[in-house]
Structure formats: structure tokens, C-alpha cells
T-cell receptor
Framework: KAGVTQTPRYLIKTRGQQVTLSCSPISGHRSVSWYQQTPGQGLQFLFEYFSETQRNKGNFPGRFSGRQFSNSRSEMNVSTLELGDSALYLC?????????????FGPGTRLLVL | AQSVTQPDIHITVSEGASLELRCNYSYGATPYLFWYVQSPGQGLQLLLKYFSGDTLVQGIKGFEAEFKRSQSSFNLRKPSVHWSDAAEYFCAVGAKTSYDKVIFGPGTSLSVIP
């Protein structure tokens, strides 16, 4: 079956703009989590969505938001981009929220803010 | 405060040699512990996870990890390293279900000498 897909794979934006990233989970998976990876801060949890509801959010400003659709696809949005938002954004999906479930990651979207 | 440390920034081993990557955590409650591997060709992948029970956990690709509560450690081991194991390895600690609010360590970069 198809893995987790993320679009676009690469993106260049300028400061002040906003951006929307998309994540399509594995078919049948209902939980989607987002992560930011930067050289300085490493991997950081952004938020998790399950059944169209945000279940958890990491320590990020309100400029970072997301949503999940009824087909489990998720989008994250970053408004008023800053240089420090340049990062690899990863999403991951699991079938449900049980701890036994295995998490599968997408290839990521690399965002460069100029 | 919750945190994860990986004392070794970079490790180099010869192919066929044994490997141990160190991970120490600070967590107030019963930790849920994870090891992830990230390589350019494979992206980020969950190697193994510990929630409860047997403190020696088997993962994919021949890896195992041992949870030692008294030492607050969760070291990753492999008896014989293959060149394809060269990658970045991340230890992480989380709570309850489905990887919510997981905290990642800074990572250990593994190089393998043929």
C-alpha cells in the first residue's frame, strides 16, 4: 500500500508570507502528527490530529496551525513566515492512537524562508 | 523538565563490529521510549519502542534496546553493523498514547567504515 505522502517536497517563501503543507496518511490511518526538524533545534513535535480534532500541540507559536479532513488528510499552515521557520517538516501517520501502533513517516517538505 | 540526552554526537564503527548508542532521559512519570533512524534514502523510521514489560526490546533491522530505570537509560545495540546502518539515530521519550508530545534527543550520527 502507498506510504505517507507530503506535498510539496520543496518550497521557497519569503518572510511575511504564509505557507500550507499537505500530508496524506496511509490508507486507513486516522492519526497524523507533524514535526519540525532544524539544525539548531533538532526534531520537535508540532501537533497531532485524530478524527479531525487536534489532540496535542507542541510549544510553537500560534502562527503554526493545522487541520485534518474527514479523509484523514492533514494540512499545516504557517502564517507570517520568519527566517527561523526554514526547516524540514515531517508528518507521520498511525492507524489509531493506541501505543501499540507503528508510526510511519513521510519524506518531508523542505521549506526555505528567504 | 523532560529531556533526552544522547552523549555521543558522532560515532564511527567498522562494518561487522558491534554497536551501542547511548540515550539518557529525564522524565517525571513512566516513560515511553523510542529509537528512530533517519537516512537520506529512507527518511525517518521508527526502529523500536518501549512501553512496559520486558526491558529488552527488539526492533527492526536487527536492533535492540534495553530500558534501565535505575540508570534512566535506553541504549540501542546491534551485534554486527552493516554499511547500510550509517545514518542519524534519535532517541525519544513520550507519554501515554500515540507519540503525543514526544521529545527527541539531539541525535547520534553513525558512520560505518567498510
Amino acid at each position: 500500500k502507498a506510504g505517507v505522502t507530503q506535498t510539496p517536497r520543496y518550497l521557497i517563501k519569503t518572510r511575511g508570507q504564509q505557507v500550507t503543507l499537505s500530508c496524506s496518511p496511509i490508507s486507513g490511518h486516522r492519526s497524523v502528527s507533524w514535526y519540525q526538524q532544524t539544525p539548531g533545534q533538532g526534531l520537535q513535535f508540532l501537533f497531532e490530529y485524530f478524527s479531525e480534532t487536534q489532540r496535542n500541540k507542541g510549544n510553537f507559536p500560534g502562527r503554526f496551525s493545522g487541520r485534518q479532513f474527514s479523509n484523514s488528510r492533514s494540512e499545516m499552515n504557517v502564517s507570517t513566515l520568519e527566517l527561523g521557520d526554514s526547516a524540514l517538516y515531517l508528518c507521520a501517520s498511525t492507524r489509531d492512537r493506541a501505543y501499540q501502533e507503528t508510526q510511519y513517516f513521510g519524506p518531508g517538505t523542505r521549506l526555505l524562508v528567504l | 523538565a523532560q529531556s533526552v540526552t544522547q552523549p555521543d554526537i558522532h560515532i564511527t564503527v567498522s562494518e561487522g563490529a558491534s554497536l551501542e548508542l547511548r540515550c539518557n532521559y529525564s522524565y517525571g512519570a513512566t516513560p515511553y521510549l523510542f529509537w528512530y533512524v533517519q537516512s537520506p534514502g529512507q527518511g525517518l523510521q521508527l526502529l523500536l519502542k518501549y512501553f512496559s514489560g520486558d526491558t529488552l526490546v527488539q526492533g527492526i533491522k536487527g536492533f535492540e534496546a534495553e530500558f534501565k530505570r535505575s540508570q534512566s537509560s535506553f541504549n540501542l545495540r546491534k551485534p554486527s553493523v552493516h554499511w547500510s546502518d550509517a545514518a542519524e539515530y534519535f532517541c525519544a521519550v513520550g507519554a501515554k498514547t500515540s507519540y503525543d508530545k514526544v521529545i527527541f534527543g539531539p541525535g547520534t550520527s553513525l558512520s560505518v567504515i567498510p
